[in-house]
């Protein structure tokens, strides 16, 4: 039992980057839209960030730094600012997303119109940043998204012919209903939700919080290789879903409650009670992720006192950018914007500050003051890395014109 | 001040976490103070940290000398007999450069902890449920 706890960090780090409000949402357009053509993006995405969360992961059990004291160390303070500028800017507007997606989810249930929940979810998020200890945070959180497995068991249900979805996404080809910019754009949107930096501003400094150090390197790669893929098979289950049951019927998606449509029509009851649960604990814990690391890259890049294995006495700045984030949010939330609006953006967005977080985090995992001779990156390793760096690089040098050429997907 | 240890000033030394001697976390190299000797050799003789001087060294003189005497005049800070100034911090104090840099001061008397102070005494103390430790198996590092 303590072993599959002890996954609890990576799933939920992973969790909240791949099946976020924003992403929920974005995986079911896509497999309504391009049916499968644009899974082989996500799985592009999620040994880009195997990749990365494993060196960042064990930078912070060897050395105890996190990404965010890496990027002012190894960018400067300049470009450090820059990101920082950047990073929380995203965080926030996620922090938004996320809140409102926890009252939607909430108010599927409880018949109350969402707006009139987000207070409420802003105070309980507040609460369990203020008094919950990371490691429970963690547990509940992480595997209470696991119900989100009921898209696979939806998939599996309706039998589909395994050929022919295989087929697409081994041989991706642009729907004739679709632009080639919109599927390119469509295709940042999936790349930039795998690899959203605050993924790793999180998963680094959860990695100082749990107390890791060079006997959890195994742990570290564990979480990793457990946590991520497991995080895209569930946003390969619902973007297939979607294709299975409501392309055939041409039904868009654009709100949470039609994300869950599938599961409810082939699975039934539990199924739907299930894929609520799912929901609210997945959005809840991206919220957590989210406040959290606006909390932990500017302590970070200032050098405060930060964390919760401290308690809020001890770092009291930190939990002042925490609550102002939360209650940031709470306010933009209330003026009734659209969550999947900001959301997708947000991630839009972050596709292009990711080299800024990246590109640190592989100058020191090569770095043998910080990580021991034996510990720094073997060769294979750095070509991968490499690799994905010009990727970033590239997806970054074309987000803004895509999102102007297509007006956001539309 | 023979036998000095080489360093890299950029890659060793500037925008490193500092950590005072109870290991709590005290902010970061924001600049280094260099002198001279008689021979042109140069020597790195303090680590300068606190508000307003990160402003300083990119350039923003202004707001660095303004940030500097707003948390002054904010902490109204009293004469203090340590051997350093509360930005100012020689670098025999620092035991440890590695990538933390480990001091042998106390981060209450650095100016770079001040905010900190302030931030307890006005907002977090008044807040229920403040001295709770967040996690019972971890050990600041």
Redesign the interface.
Known sequence: MKKILGVALGVLTAIGGFVDMGDLVANADTGARFDMNLAWVVVVGVVGICVYAEMSGRVAAL???PVF?LV??RL???F?LANLLASFFINFLTLTAEIAGVALSISLVASVDYILLIPLVAILVWLVC??????TMERIFGLLGLCLLVFAVTVWKIGPDWNELLGDVAHPHVPHTESVYSYAYFAIALFGAAMTPYEVFFFSSGA????WTEKDLTENRINVLVGFPLGALLSLAIMACAHLVLAPRNIEVDQLSQVMLPVASVVGRLGLALVIIGVFAATFGAALETALSAGYVVAQY?????????????A??F??VVALAIAGALLFGLTGVDPVKVTEYSIVLSAGALPLTYFPILVIANDA??VGQEHTNGRWLNVLASIYLVILLAVSAATIPLMIITKGGS | MAGGRVLHA?LDL?????RDRRF?????VDDLELQRDPDGRVWLTAIL?GPGI?AY??GRRRLGLWLEEANRRLHDTPEHHEPYERTRIPIELARQI???IELAVDADDLA?HD???W??EH???H?P?????????????
């Open positions: 050395c105890g730094r004291d002012r160390e400067g303070p300049r450090g203020w008094r919950m200890p990371f490691e100082v919080e749990d107390g200032l050098g405060w006192p930060w964390g919760k294995y401290h308690s809020p006495r001890h009291t700045r939990h002042v003051r910080y | 950029t500037l925008d490193r976490q500092l709590r976390l005290c902010g970061n940290c990160l060294r990119m590695g990538p933390a770079s905010m900190e102070r931030t307890f907002i977090i103390r807040i449920g403040n001295a709770a430790r967040g996690s019972s198996n971890t050990t600041p590092r």
